[in-house]
């Protein structure tokens, strides 16, 4: 089946810091879709990407669509400890139709120290 | 609140015993999914049901077993437990709708935590 790598698994930063978080998939895609599950709650989705070189923001948050459609990466700018949780990676593969199941990667937790 | 709502939040129970969780879609959603999510690793998908019909089917055992009802409330149902079934189970759900890119994006609900003893 399709798989998302997202790594490393884990990640600490000192709070202020900017952060990158890339995820890749070995198919085209052609939805990418950013969660972030804090503590104990459900992924709670950050931002969407539909087109190849996409480039959205969400407040500090920034995440592109990849030009191969094979990847995506997420930016934090200016860190909180608010900021800490599991990063998720989503992505829908483009050969299956609008209502193919959506894939994720296995997420990146992120620490934040202040 | 996402506007999907998953009861009970916390579920302890013992190996062999049978457990229902309940999932209540956000208005107008058509469509549910279910997610396991165990320790440290990611979602992994389950099943999918839209309009009270199965849709996907995902890694699900064949002691579990899910339904979506006439109002669209999903319930799934995990017999003969074990300790490895300890887990957040998390439905999720979305309107899914043909061409409509924006229509499929999922959105969570807080999750149930099963514990298995």
């Known amino acids: 089946g399709q798989q998302l790598n997202q790594s490393p698994q884990s990640m600490f930063i000192q709070e202020g810091e900017d952060v990158s978080m890339n995820c890749t998939s070995s198919?085209?895609?052609?939805?990418w879709l950013w969660y972030k599950q804090d503590p104990g709650e459900g992924p709670v989705l950050l931002i969407a990407?539909?087109?190849?070189?996409e480039l959205t923001s969400n407040g500090r948050l920034t995440a592109q669509f990849g030009i191969t459609r094979k990847d995506s990466f997420l930016n934090i700018s200016a860190s909180i400890p608010s900021d800490v949780g599991i990063y998720f990676c989503?992505?829908?593969?483009?050969?299956?139709?609008?209502?193919?199941?959506?894939?994720f990667g296995k997420g990146i937790t992120l620490s934040v120290r202040p | 609140d996402s506007g999907v709502t998953q009861t009970p939040k916390h579920l302890i129970t013992a190996t062999g015993q049978r457990v229902t969780l309940r999932c209540s879609p956000r208005?107008?959603?058509?469509?549910v999914y279910w997610y396991q999510q165990s320790l440290d690793q990611g979602l992994q998908f389950l099943i999918q049901?839209?309009?009270?019909?199965?849709?996907a089917k995902g890694n699900i055992l064949e002691r579990f077993s899910a339904q979506q009802f006439p109002d669209l409330h999903s319930e799934l149902n995990l017999s003969s437990l074990e300790l490895g079934d300890s887990a957040l189970y998390f439905c999720?759900?979305?309107?899914?709708?043909?061409?409509?890119?924006?229509?499929?994006?999922?959105?969570f609900g807080a999750g149930s935590r099963l514990t298995v003893l």
């Open positions: 208005s107008g959603d058509l469509s």
């Open positions: 049901y839209y309009n009270g019909e199965e849709r």
């Open positions: 989503a992505g829908r593969p483009s050969f299956t139709g609008a209502n193919s199941k959506l894939t």
């Open positions: 999720a759900s979305s309107v899914e709708r043909t061409g409509d890119s924006g229509a499929n994006v999922l959105t």
């Open positions: 990407l539909y087109k190849a070189g």
């Open positions: 198919s085209i895609f052609n939805t």
